[in-house]
Nanobody, 115 residues
């Protein structure tokens, strides 16, 4: 059973940076699709960024140029470097993995951007 364990998050002022990390356990096989989603208060969960095969990246429009998804495909880890954070980035961020037809989620990490 794959488990995703997140770390990072916290409180930061507008314009600041944070890094989220996620490690997948429970398999020795490579997980080729890992992603980050977020859910703001009162809103639905939304996709943020995807890393495919440890190489190909895709970003939601509002985070392009500010967020970077990084990963080690061999170690099944993925990180989200968030720069120039804005108050509207405040949300619970979730690590996501798609593996052998199943979808897995991390426990969620709170990111609060406030002065």
């Amino acid at each position: 059973q794959v488990q995703l364990v997140e770390s990072g998050g916290g409180l930061v002022v507008p314009g600041g940076s944070l890094r989220l990390s996620c490690a997948a356990t429970g398999t020795d096989s490579r997980i080729n699709i890992m992603a980050w989603y977020r859910q703001a208060p009162g809103k639905q969960r939304e996709w943020v960024a995807t890393l495919t095969s440890g190489v190909t990246t895709h970003y939601e429009e509002s985070v392009k140029g500010r967020f970077t998804i990084l990963g080690d495909n061999a170690r099944n880890t993925v990180s989200l470097q968030m720069d120039n954070l804005k108050p509207e980035d405040t949300a619970v961020y979730y690590c996501n993995a798609v593996f052998r037809g199943e979808i897995y989620w991390g426990q969620g990490s709170q990111v609060t951007v406030s002065s």
